[in-house]
Each structure stands twice: as C-alpha cells, then as structure tokens.
T-cell receptor, first 116, second 112 residues
Framework: GAGVSQTPSNKVTEKGKYVELRCDPI?????LYWYRQSLGQGPEFLIY????????DSGLPNDRFFAVRPEGSVSTLKIQRTERGDSAVYLC??????????????FGPGTRLTVL | GQQVMQIPQYQHVQEGEDFTTYCNSS?????IQWYKQRPGGHPVFLIQ?????EVKKQKRLTFQFGEAKKNSSLHITATQTTDVGTYFC????????????FGTGTRLKVLA
C-alpha cells in the first residue's frame, strides 16, 4: 500500500513568510509525529498526535510553529514569520497507534525547507 | 534535558569487516528503536528493544539493550556495501511525554 507522503518535497521561502507543510499518513494510522532534521543531525521531535489531538507538543520550538490534524488523518505543520534557522528537512512519521511508544514509525520522504 | 549520544560519529570499514555503533542515554529509557537512513533518504525502522538486557538478531545485525536500559548497541557482522547509511537509535522515555529522542547517528561507509 501507499506509504507516508509529504508535500511539497522542497519549499524555498523568504524570511518572514508563512509556510504550510502537509503530511498524508498511512491509511488507518492514528498516531502521527512531526520531526525536524538538520544536516548531520538526528531527527528532532516536534509534536505527536493521537487521532485529532496533539498529545505532546513539547518539541515545538516556539509559538511560530503550530500543527493541526482536524480529521485524524492529514496533518499540516504551519510556520509563521519564518527565520533562516528554520531551514531543515521536516519529517512526518505515522504509526498504527497502539500503546504509545511501542509502534514502528513509518517516515515520509520529508519536506526540505529553505528560508532565504 | 534528556540526551542520547551515539559513538562513533563516523566509521569507515572495508567490506567484510564488522561494525558496531553505541547509543548512550542520560536517562533510563522505556524502550529503544533503531533506524537506518540512506544518503538522501528517510529513516527506516529496523527494530525495537523493550526488555532490560534484551538481544535481538536480524541476519547479520545484532541489537542489544543494556541492563540499566540506558544504553544500546548495533553490531553488523561482515559488512556489505548495502549497509552504507546513517544508523540512529531513538529512545522512548514514557514518563509524561510521548516523544522519541533520536541519537546523533553513526554514519557508516563501506569500502569495496
């Protein structure tokens, strides 16, 4: 079946602009994670959804970052007033959603965000 | 804050040699997962370890979880060029948080 998809694959924007990054999880997966990965680093946790609700948003770096998952499937990560330091690959992962912390995470290909 | 460190950061081996990467957490983990990321690709799940002292094998790969559940290792026997990539461990804390903390990664290069 189809894996996790993310759009766009690349996004170039100017400092101060607003961007939205989309994640389509594997059908039926109730758990969804957003990560940010900088060059040469491991993925950094941003937020975890179980269904429609954000069960843990402790990784969001500041209030410019916000994520939604209104119907429990597709999720959008929103970044306001982008800064050059936001440049990174944003990864989405979904899992079947059993007991938290016990599931395989299936990662999407990521969105490479470049802020000029 | 919680940290997960991996050593070495880089490893170059000759094809056929063995390879080991070590993962160390500053806090006790509920479980640990291992992922492989090929150059230009995304992380792909390899395995999950849950029990203290657990050892799991997948063909040439052997994974261990320490007795104190604060460290883990991945050992590859007789590396092949297809093993090239970055190996990450990801620790799950479970105490009031749902987040996985990924290690810094070990980048493996295999020379034919």
């Amino acid at each position: 079946g189809a894996g996790v998809s993310q759009t766009p694959s690349n996004k170039v924007t100017e400092k101060g602009k607003y961007v939205e990054l989309r994640c389509d999880p594997i059908s039926g997966h109730t758990a969804l994670y957003w990560y940010r990965q900088s060059l040469g680093q491991g993925p950094e946790f941003l937020i975890y959804f179980q269904g429609t609700g954000a069960a843990d948003d402790s990784g969001l770096p500041n209030d410019r970052f916000f994520a939604v998952r209104p119907e429990g499937s597709v999720s959008t990560l929103k970044i306001q007033r982008t800064e050059r330091g936001d440049s990174a690959v944003y990864l989405c992962a979904s899992s079947p959603g059993g007991l938290a912390g016990t599931d395989t995470q299936y990662f999407g290909p990521g969105t490479r965000l470049t802020v000029l | 804050g919680q940290q997960v460190m991996q050593i070495p950061q880089y490893q170059h081996v000759q094809e056929g040699e063995d390879f080991t990467t070590y993962c160390n957490s500053s806090t006790t983990l509920s479980n640990i997962q291992w992922y492989k990321q090929r150059p230009g690709g995304h992380p792909v799940f390899l395995i999950q370890l849950v029990k203290s002292g657990e050892v799991k094998k997948q063909k040439r790969l052997t994974f261990q979880f320490g007795e104190a559940k604060k460290n883990s290792s991945l050992h590859i026997t007789a590396t092949q060029t297809t093993d090239v990539g970055t190996y990450f461990c990801a620790g799950y804390l479970s105490s009031g948080t749902y987040k996985y903390i990924f290690g810094t990664g070990t980048r493996l290069k295999v020379l034919a």
